[in-house]
């Protein structure tokens, strides 16, 4: 989708239009949840800080200042709950996370890539891996960069930096994979083998990793336990309510008791639904 179809549909989820949240939602789902798992210690985590996420993102889309923020504010969104959820964990678990490696050392930047880090599945988490491992700074940088594609003022922004503190940081961060793979990966630099230089590399190896490891069914789950397809809906259910469902017998005495005290009640329909009487509060 282009950028310009992209600002179309932010504009009219600004105006509280359901179906072009929805669809902006869907857009960014693989991406959002992509981010989390990068950036959290499990699944669990990373599911929990996506619907977070997507919560944040009914609440303020309203409030955004112009289309042309979305991008900036939702890489924002993303950075500080995937922090606090590594924070709270550290705090629960006793960890203690170093934000930079200490000390300098003498490995250049990488340049490039084999050709078959690109190809073969295994190779490619492996690189994935190698990132996941990297100080939280660094790895956002190359999560902005090589997977978002922003460029260094978009992602410096995000980052509340400066384009050449941000273009700094980067560099930093492919010295440190290389080092990584130096330790790790064993002679992945050997002669005749075919390279390719790191933009694209990294940007493929993480788009078909993002791919295999975020399927549709994960997003649309992610997505109704947000909330996303009830948003903006008029007597809804808001985003992050804790929702029960509710069938036959028992949703028969919650009328009941709705009746005789006067609650209201929000009720979502299913098929399985009993029909509401006409003196439920609603």
């Not at 200042?65 to 890489?75: D, G, M, Q, R």
């Amino acid at each position: 989708m282009s950028e310009n179809t992209l600002m179309a549909v932010v504009e009219k989820a600004r105006a509280r239009d359901r179906a072009a949240f929805i669809q902006l939602c869907e857009m960014k789902a693989r991406y959002v949840l992509y981010y989390c798992r990068r950036n959290t210690n499990n699944p669990q985590d990373a599911e929990d800080a996506a619907q977070e996420v997507f919560i944040r993102m009914q609440k303020g889309i309203t409030k955004l200042s112009a289309p042309e923020a979305f991008n900036t504010w939702l890489n924002k969104l993303l950075i500080n709950t995937c922090s606090s959820v590594r924070r709270k964990n550290m705090k629960e678990n006793g960890n203690i996370s170093l934000d930079d490696y200490s000390g300098e050392f003498a490995s250049d930047a990488l340049e490039s890539l084999p050709q078959e880090y690109i190809e073969d599945a295994s190779l490619r988490e492996a690189v994935v891996e190698l990132i996941d491992d990297l100080p939280e700074k660094y790895r956002n940088c190359i999560l902005l960069y090589y997977y978002q594609h922003m460029n260094y003022a978009q992602a410096a922004e995000v980052l509340g930096v400066t384009p050449d503190v941000f273009k700094y940081n980067l560099t930093l961060a492919r010295k440190h994979l290389k080092l990584e793979m130096d330790t790790r990966m064993g002679e992945w630099q050997r002669p005749g083998v075919q390279m390719v230089a790191v933009s694209p590399a990294l940007s493929a190896i993480l788009s078909q990793s993002a791919s295999a490891v975020v399927l549709p069914a994960a997003m649309q789950q992610c997505l109704t336990a947000a909330g996303v397809y009830t948003a903006f809906a008029a007597g809804g259910v808001a985003a992050g309510t804790i929702t029960t469902f509710f069938t036959g017998p028992v949703l028969q005495g919650l009328i009941s008791a709705a009746v005789a005290t006067g609650v209201a009640l929000t009720v979502l329909f299913t098929t399985a639904s009993p029909p509401l009487p006409a003196n439920v509060p609603v």
